[in-house]
């Protein structure tokens, strides 16, 4: 079956990068300082094995205490089995939602990698992470790096809000109950909603879509279906956004190996490059973005562009960092998939869907796959690439789209 592609005309390929705000802060990488690819001199650097673990059977027996140290060493292994490397080979750490890299390398066997060092976590790093490792292998300061992600929040007891941390930028927020990020974008899509007359439909088709992916994805932690009548019978949490809106919290471990190009053409499978990578921070004092971080992504989109020479038009399906339904809705319109408040219309009609117009969220996503903040989402983006997706597996699908919107927006474009 073949796509059509109507996408609209799309605001930052006449745009640029748009009204600066004065809270933002770029971050963004030329494509020689990235690693992205060069026109001139070709690929820089390449996926070259992914691993995770199995997330539907880390939630069926959550008796089991787990750390996200053992969780992303199991998924490290698993990616160093896909890639066909000896353990040797990694000479760099980048660790994600772990606390020591030392431990991590100590128990991997690796303790005199080149670099290595610990991110926050956070769904805002996932692709900060791939954008770092990249760098590193374009400027020589490791030729292959091993990204690491563990989350044992359900073995923890982790809640997303509900708690004051006085040294969180929002914490004067607290006194009126705005202690989690859900709440905040729940507020963003009303206004949505007020601006631009957003329909709730378009919170359902999300929803409805990632639940129908996760029920071909054997890993997802959810593979029911849900029906449009589900979806509006779950309840609020915060209005007007509902159960069925928002990430689950959930145990489990991603690992993404990059490796300079010249060196992934002679491995176990052919390589998925980054073609491109960029970010743009859109900062306050708050979660909120007072345009949806649409000025971000406008810079974003343009630097992706500038660097692959590609549009929105050519990607085969995107992966949307999706904590909840509405930041896919504020993805669609800052990369221009879709025209500047449309998206609670455009996502509708099957256009989502893996045999629709462009596929998003083919694994399940967080609402049903599992909430791995975006490193599911960029292991399914290699997955798709290489073709090993398998019931979810979009058509001749040669270009994959990352996308997070959030205080620090990311993209990662992927190639064949």
């Known amino acids: 079956m073949v796509r059509k592609r109507t996408h609209c005309n799309s605001p930052w390929l006449a745009a640029g990068r ?9 971050l963004l990488m030329s494509a020689k300082g990235s690693g992205a690819k060069d026109m001139g001199e070709g690929f820089k650097a390449a996926i070259v094995g992914v691993g995770s673990t199995n997330f539907a059977e880390l939630h069926q027996s959550p008796a089991i205490p787990r750390t996200a140290h053992s969780l992303a060493i199991d998924a490290f292994r698993a990616a160093l089995l896909d890639s066909g490397l ?3 080979a990694v000479d760099g750490l980048i660790c994600v939602r772990i606390s020591s890299y030392q431990q991590v390398a ?35 300061k490791a030729k292959t790096v091993a990204i690491l992600y563990g989350n044992n929040g359900r073995s923890a007891g982790d809640k997303y809000g509900g708690k004051f941390d006085p040294h969180s930028p929002a914490a004067y927020d607290a006194m009126y109950g705005m202690t989690s990020p859900g709440a905040y974008v729940s507020m963003m899509y009303r206004r ?16 409805i879509n990632n639940r129908r992916n996760g029920a071909l994805n054997e890993a997802a932690v959810f593979r029911k279906p849900i029906s449009r009548d589900d979806y509006y019978a779950s309840p609020f949490v915060a209005e007007p956004l509902r159960l069925l809106d928002y ?24 390589p998925v490059h980054v073609l491109a990578s960029a970010t743009a921070g859109s900062f306050s004092a708050h979660y909120t973005s007072r345009d949806y971080f649409y000025s ?13 020479k590609i549009t929105h038009r050519d990607v085969d399906c995107a992966q949307i960092y999706d904590n909840f339904t509405p930041t896919i809705l504020f993805s669609l319109e800052g990369f221009g ?21 462009l596929p998003i969220n083919t694994s399940g996503g967080h609402t049903a796959e599992g909430y791995m903040q975006g490193f599911g ?8 690439i290489q073709g090993q997706a398998g019931k979810h597996q979009v058509e001749n699908c040669e270009l994959v789209q990352y996308i997070c919107a959030s205080p620090i927006v990311s993209s990662i474009l992927f190639s064949r």
């Open 296 to 308: 971000a992504c406008q810079a974003v989109a343009h630097e992706i562009r500038s660097q692959s």
């Open 86 to 88: 000896d353990k040797t």
């Open 106 to 140: 100590a128990e991997i066997g690796l303790p005199e990698v080149r670099m290595a060092y610990s991110l926050e976590g956070t769904g805002r790093m996932a692709g900060v992470a791939v954008q770092q490792a990249v760098s590193a292998i374009a400027t020589g």
């Open 337 to 357: 998939f879709c025209p500047r408040g449309a998206s609670g219309h455009w996502v509708q009609d099957g256009r989502i869907e893996l045999n629709g117009e």
């Open 192 to 207: 949505h909603q007020y601006e631009y007359g957003t329909p709730p439909d378009g919170l359902a088709a999300l929803a």
């Open 247 to 270: 990430c689950m919290i959930n145990d489990g471990g991603v690992c993404l190996i990059v490796a300079a190009a010249d060196m992934a053409r002679h491995l176990k499978h052919p």
């Open 18 to 26: 748009g009204a600066g705000h004065a809270e933002q802060l770029y």
């Open 377 to 384: 989402l960029l292991a399914e983006s290699v997955r798709q």
